[in-house]
């Protein structure tokens, strides 16, 4: 007999808006009835340069005549052209003189690898205690999904039912350097941040802060680790948001935007001298660094090499600030916070004929024609591509205003 077919075969661990995609170009979605969106959450950032861009799709079809796969135990054309072009890019931006590049998959991949390398070169360089290397990170942090990064978040939705957990990570609060550094000692190896914290609701840092945590990893000797994951590659106005704090991580984790929105690819990029104790046979991948993931890797530093998106995040950062802050004032709102083009708003309950949860200004956005994803209860999040036209971008906040006062 065959086994029964539930309604759905796929497992409840995600509650989406109602919307099935089928299509999608630039900034705009179409959904299987032929509707249209525009699309302001872009994969979390993953869609930086919107929907199939034509540089990042006729890389990869390029690439998908020639070689897809070959695993790490062979070398192919595009693997050191790739680590090249991001040290090209991100290694001026970071501490030290030499650079090298570790390519994984996907984000909390590349969070993994961070980690290992961190507690290693503590061991070998530091010469902390074996299997005593602790690592500093941030309440409110969200770096992935696995169970050692898991082990360290604060959100009780993503440990519960998940112990035992990995040990060797003290938590402090954000936004406070001052903890870090009475944090660190003679066991930390690293202290492991989000320059802002993008699921959090993008809470941005005071500017003080991450300088402050580099002079104290400084201080101490250990590492400054900034998961750059979602914020990185252009989001925030400049290649990475560390950037906008004038801070030099020594290991920085890319990921999301890497991929183009093609497929997953993400990377450590950082000091050659912490790096380097990754030694063969001590760590791996089967996809890392795929020649399919390299084609459009390389295409992605190529687009992000001028500048020009960077720019545009900014400015038109800028047109989503005023028109938050007007909301704002009217106390349509009861928080936000933005940097580059990317913004978390929060919204007001007692609002007559408002939105009672994120998720209810989710849905009637859906409802407008905008898509936008909910984080913690009562905060959105935007991330348009940095792509989006102007007077797109502008017809997107006139439907917030409208779904932030009607249903
Ligand atoms: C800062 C940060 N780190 C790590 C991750 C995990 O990335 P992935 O979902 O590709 O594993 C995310 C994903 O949202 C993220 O925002």
Redesign the pocket.
């Known amino acids: 007999m065959r086994p029964a077919v539930a309604a759905s075969a796929l497992a409840p661990n995600y509650h989406p808006l109602p919307v099935t995609l089928a299509t999608g170009e630039g900034s705009w979605v179409t959904d299987t009835d032929g509707r249209r969106y525009l699309d302001l959450l872009a994969g979390?950032?993953a869609l930086n340069f919107g929907h199939r861009h034509p540089a990042l799709v006729a890389a990869a079809h390029a690439q998908l005549d020639r070689l897809t796969l070959t695993s790490r135990a062979f070398d192919h054309e595009l693997l050191e052209p790739f680590a090249q072009a991001l040290v090209g890019l991100v290694g001026p931006l970071l501490a030290g003189t030499s650079h090298l590049v570790l390519p994984m998959n996907?984000?909390?991949?590349?969070?993994e690898t961070a980690i290992k390398a961190a507690r290693k070169w503590g061991y070998e360089v530091r010469g902390v205690p074996a299997d005593r290397a602790t690592i500093v990170v941030a309440d409110g942090n969200?770096?992935?999904?696995t169970t050692t990064?898991v082990s360290f978040s604060s959100d009780p939705d993503a440990r519960r039912g998940f112990g035992p957990f990995t040990p060797g990570f003290v938590t402090v609060p954000y936004d406070d350097a001052a903890a870090v550094a009475a944090a660190i000692d003679e066991t930390t190896v690293a202290v492991l941040l989000?320059p802002v914290q993008?699921?959090q609701g993008v809470v941005v840092p005071s500017a003080e802060y991450l300088p402050a945590v580099r002079a104290a990893c400084d201080d101490a000797g250990v590492l400054l680790i900034a998961?750059?994951?979602?914020?990185g590659l252009g989001r925030t106005g400049s290649t990475l948001a560390c950037e906008r704090f004038g801070v030099q991580p020594d290991l920085v984790?890319l990921?999301?935007a890497l991929g183009g929105g093609v497929l997953?690819v993400?990377a450590v990029v950082g000091r050659a001298d912490v790096l380097e104790v990754l030694t063969a046979g001590t760590h791996g991948s089967t996809f890392g660094g795929n020649p399919l993931a390299c084609a459009v890797g390389i295409a992605v530093v190529d687009l992000l090499t001028p500048g020009t998106l960077q720019a545009r995040a900014r400015t038109l950062g800028e047109l989503v600030a005023d028109h938050l802050a007007d909301l704002m004032d009217r106390e349509l709102l009861s928080g936000m916070r933005t940097i580059g083009l990317w913004a978390g708003l929060d919204v007001a309950p007692s609002v007559p004929g408002g939105p009672a949860s994120g998720r209810e200004l989710c849905e009637r956005l859906l409802t407008r024609g905008v898509l936008a994803k909910d984080t913690h209860g009562g905060t959105i999040r935007l991330a348009p591509p940095l792509t989006i036209d102007p007077a797109d971008l502008d017809e997107a906040l006139t439907h917030l205003t409208a779904a932030l006062t009607a249903a």
């Open positions: 979390y950032s996907t984000g909390a991949e590349a969070v969200f770096h992935g999904r990064i989000e993008g699921e998961d750059e994951i979602q914020s984790t990921g999301k997953p993400s």
